[in-house]
């Protein structure tokens, strides 16, 4: 690795060797002599071939954190419906929640696809969907306070999120309004005090148990006072004071992802103040749009992580399980499937990684339109998501009565699949996204 990589990743903050930035120097250097996987010692069946210095050596070291953490780790955490706090702890020492926060503000400065390789890595490691949704809106949700936020807001808030001492949930997705996020109904009233009231549920909100602050998207100009239904949101980054009047959680049983808590949010007059806003007041919709495709990116990674992860225990499995004196994987009912996953893995390990790059690029690179971040960012994301499912599927099947059983994994990785399939946009949306800016044919909604 070269001394301005290494010298790049190792700096935490701009003031000297902090104890984060010597961390993180240890876990490259041992992440030289780490295998990737935490359930065996092969290497990898992704091809590695077109990534950059710096996206393998983020793998690498990442991959150093979660050999920390095997897969009868997650099965608990899993089963017991168990937060992986030391698993965010981990992380958080190493420097990783800031990967792509500027070192302005303590994070790595890198982009979207270091992060990318980053969700990857964990999904793949065997900590599936749950454990990268841990720090999933760490990574994601940030983006726009370190963007738009006061000086004020990035030097207290910003450095407790990277350390790790506090965690980020993102509040957006309502129970009536679902993808038709122009019309949630969460409202933001504003006082006379320059305050702000709120009233209104959110849903389907991650970590929101052990979260210190949400990232909250909510109305403060009624729709009826609007010209376009994207004006008139704002976006606040608002403590979670379970002792305070008008905030009530719970949590949603689920089916997979247990260690991760999802929650319904229900305000109720929950009085936040005015140096929450982050960014111009009505213009929240704008402020997050851009940050939608660094989403997909990230999503599209974790999905992959997934679906690698599956097809290597699948492969492994069928080299050595032996029914009538030979291998299953001789059988060309069980190797041909698994050949199939693994080349669309690899497609959408492409696309993916394309989107990331669009995406870095265009913040210097003018020639880059927004609409076609947009269109890569989506394709990626629902390719990634339909990859990862056959490949989880079919891990399952080859694995027999085995698949059924939770030592194993992959039952429980085929439960996490679903998401990325689902959110944060289905994948039917993004077929009429993709049809409607790409093909010119008429919306359907």
Known sequence: MSRAVMHKLCRATVIGPSPIARQRFRALALARVHAFSTTHHRRTIMEMSGFTENQLTVREAVSAVCSQFPNTYWQEHDQNEQDPTDFHAALAKDGWLGIALPESLGGAGLGISEATIMMQTIAESGAGMAGAQAIHANVYATQPLA??????????????????????CFGVTEPNTGLDTLRLRTVAQKQDDGSYSITGQKIWITCAQVAKKMILLARTTSLEEVNNPSEGLSLFCIDLDRDAAGLDMRRIKKMGGRAVDANEVFFENYKIPADTLIGPENQGFKVILHGMNAERCLLAGEALGLGYAALTKASKYARERTVFQRPIGMNQGIAHPLADAYMKLEAAKLATYHAARLYDNSKEDASIRPDAIGVVANTAKYLAAEAAFVACERAVLTHGGMGYAMEYDVERWLRECLVPRIAPVSREMIMNYISEKVLWLPRSY
């Open 147 to 168: 963007k738009l936020g006061t000086k004020a807001q990035l030097e207290s808030i910003v450095p407790n999120i990277i350390s790790g001492k506090w965690r980020v």
